[in-house]
């Protein structure tokens, strides 16, 4: 009977324990959260969110109607402060055209909680509370929490106030950090319905109540003359709230792995989309249910397909540009010529802010507008030209029709059979060679002003590399390479990119660090602006340390700093898809000088390796000659991305190369 009543005292205790430490009441932040030093299933997580809370519910008001008030409640323990990326918060807000359609944040608290004896709270200053326009579209709000130690445990809420119903912003339950608890409630009117898309592998139920409210409604009708006097009085409505909430715990982190392209892709989450609004004594509004529905609504705003139908404003310009030059040569005329004349502000979006006569005037846009520019230039041209809408990397995957599933347009043209994709708003792009951050696997949609769409991929040629190295002996008996690549596409493209508004200094610079940061040579770059063509790089380097003398041999490691070390696939199982962004080829040839007075003893036997589908291969051939040894090398990836059930072979795959690829040819004295 004693040891029975001892029991249930021991379970009474230790849940009275886990309750208090489960008080996820703002500001309730207990001792135990604060003498955790590290999370119990995964500690070598430098950060854990103990709680989340995401609460949105809907407001009436006779002026504005329906608006959304989301309310985020965050607490997250801090086991390691040093670069720890959950110490700033940024929340990022629409600007609307008028104050009436801006998204405004209030109610923020903040607090930074630790332990010395005693719980310690500081208060987040308001003066540390920062500002900033991002575009004439987004303001951030940014803040970081103050008085940091490892142990600390912090804790913030904040309320958005938003007009912008159609679509809400993913809500996230997994993180790159674990999470303990959280919890979503999504309040609405039955006079909205909405969609619920779901994300991610982790199973998560969805629970759905309703429960009855009532809204009161003050109107006033003027008085007209003598007969109708003034009224005043209340409307009184009733309806349903439709709530749908979530409560997921003990989530693991999903962090990023090699070749993982945008991770939040993968994470699980939910988002609610406007399908339908039933208001009473109306008729029903349905909303896109098909991404044709959504592409064909997005062409007849006139903020987007509007925009294509005025020309006046640049017709001299292209008429004097396209004298004389066939369809293919205008369009690239056209393009070289908006793209040289445009500058970026690096907003996407998916509308024309302003118009597009204002855009040329000022030689500034969006990436859209730019790009919607070009393509009515091109139509004026006599091209078959259209606009593709997509979404870029970052923006995410939506498998779902919805409008949030684009934000960038980019301009085609269809030239004798081929067509062209073309950015104009990059300085670095030529045709169908974009920037990594488009080449989504999922695909854009390419728009005609008949509603019609049609599927457009966005995957990237293969990129090349070849490089044709030369190791001679100089006078006094030291290694010199002497290297001469070649960069076609978007390896160009990314060369570039890195050596853009670089001097020589900075080339040299940054080249060395490609090489192990061995110190570069008599440096060579050609056609680093022309586009149109592949880009060069030719340097000199002494190469002593890949030639290792050991008693009267020498270990050479013939593939120098091109050779492949380590495997960048180290874990033994994967989650997340490979994205390469795009294919790419290396070849390099190799040609190593003997030095007087040696020989070589033995060599590494040549080797083939394919993955199965023609997915890859790899090709590392062998030879000696009068002068010394010759090896060529090829490793190639033909598809740009690949489900995480390739993770296996491909794994083995790189094993092979880097074992053959760190072999050494040995060299003996004659």
Not at 89 to 99: A, I, R
Not at 377 to 402: E, H, R
Not at 412 to 417: D, E, F, M, P, Q
Not at 615 to 639: A, C, D, L
Request: glycine share 6%; net charge neutral.
């Amino acid at each position: 009977m004693i040891n029975k009543f001892l029991s249930i005292l021991i379970c009474v205790v230790f849940a009275s324990q886990v309750a208090y430490a489960q008080n996820y009441k703002f500001g309730k932040v207990s001792k135990e959260e604060l003498l955790e030093v590290k999370h119990p299933s995964e500690p070598q997580a430098e950060a854990a969110i103990l709680y989340r809370n995401f609460k949105t519910t809907f407001i009436y008001t006779k002026e504005k109607g329906f608006t959304a008030l989301i309310k985020r409640q965050e607490r997250i323990k801090i086991y390691n402060k040093d670069n720890n990326d959950w110490l700033t918060v940024s929340v990022y807000l629409y600007q609307g055209t008028n104050n009436s359609a801006n998204e405004v944040l209030s109610g923020l608290k903040a607090y930074t909680y630790n332990y010395d004896g005693d719980i310690e709270k500081i208060k987040l200053d308001k003066k540390q509370v920062y500002k900033e326009e991002v575009n004439e579209r987004y303001t951030k709000v940014t803040f970081t929490m103050p008085n940091i130690k490892n142990g600390s445990v912090i804790e913030y809420e904040y309320s958005i106030r938003t007009p912008y119903l159609n679509e809400f912003d993913k809500f996230y339950f997994q993180e790159s950090i674990p999470i303990k608890k959280v919890e979503l409630s999504f309040e609405a009117p039955e006079y909205l319905e909405y969609k619920i898309h779901r994300s991610g592998w982790l199973p998560f139920k969805i629970n759905t109540s309703s429960r009855g409210r009532k809204l009161s409604i003050p109107y006033k009708q003027k008085a007209q003359g003598l007969a109708v006097k003034e009224k005043k009085g209340i409307d009184v409505y009733e309806f349903n709230d439709i709530e749908s909430s979530v409560v997921q715990s003990d989530v693991p982190s999903l962090k990023k792995e090699p070749f993982s392209g945008n991770v939040n892709n993968y994470r699980s989450t939910l988002q609610f989309e406007l399908s339908a609004t039933r208001y009473p004594n109306q008729v029903p509004e349905y909303y896109s249910s098909s991404w044709e529905d959504v592409a064909k609504k997005i062409y007849d705003s006139p903020n987007f397909g509007g925009q294509l139908r005025k020309k006046g404003f640049f017709k001299d310009d292209v008429d004097h540009l396209i004298a004389g030059l066939s369809k293919k040569e205008a369009t690239l005329r056209i393009y070289d010529y908006v793209k040289s004349k445009m500058v970026w502000d690096n907003y996407y979006g998916i509308y024309v802010n302003d118009n597009l006569s204002s855009v040329y005037k000022e030689n500034t846009g969006s990436l859209t507008e730019i790009n919607l520019l070009l393509v009515s230039m091109l139509q004026y041209a006599g091209i078959d030209s259209s606009p593709v809408i997509l979404g870029t990397k970052s923006n995410g995957i939506f498998l779902f029709p919805t409008r949030s599933g684009f934000n960038a347009v980019i301009a085609s043209a269809k030239i004798g059979g081929d067509l062209l994709l073309l950015d104009a708003s990059d300085k670095m792009s030529s045709p169908n060679v974009l920037k990594p951050e488009l080449l989504n696997w999922f695909g854009g949609r390419l728009l005609k002003e008949d509603g019609v769409s049609e599927v457009v991929k966005l995957i990237g040629k293969q990129a090349i590399h070849d490089a044709l190295v030369n190791v001679k002996i100089d006078e006094v008996g030291a290694p010199i390479v002497i290297v001469n690549n070649r960069y076609t596409h978007n390896d160009a493209y990314g060369m570039r990119k890195n050596l853009s508004g670089k001097d020589a200094s900075e080339m040299s610079k940054f080249v060395s660090s490609i090489y192990n940061d061995y110190e570069i040579l008599d440096l060579g770059v050609e056609e680093k602006e022309n586009v149109s063509k592949p880009l060069k790089i030719s340097f000199k380097a002494r190469v002593d340390d890949y030639f290792e003398t050991i008693g009267d041999k020498i270990y050479i490691s013939p593939l120098l700093f091109f050779g492949q070390e380590t495997n960048v696939f180290k874990a033994e199982e994967r989650k997340l898809p490979i994205d390469y962004d795009y294919g790419r080829l290396s070849r390099f040839i190799f040609n190593i000088e003997i030095p007087d007075g040696y020989q070589v003893e033995s060599m590494p036997e040549s080797l083939s390796v394919s993955l199965a589908g023609n997915i890859g291969f790899y090709k590392y051939i062998i030879s000696k000659n009068v002068n010394g040894v010759t090896i060529s090398v090829q490793r190639s990836i033909n598809e740009s991305f690949l489900a995480a059930d390739s993770y296996g072979d491909l794994k083995k795959f790189y094993e092979a190369i880097v074992s053959k690829e760190t072999e050494k040819i040995v060299l003996s004295k004659i």
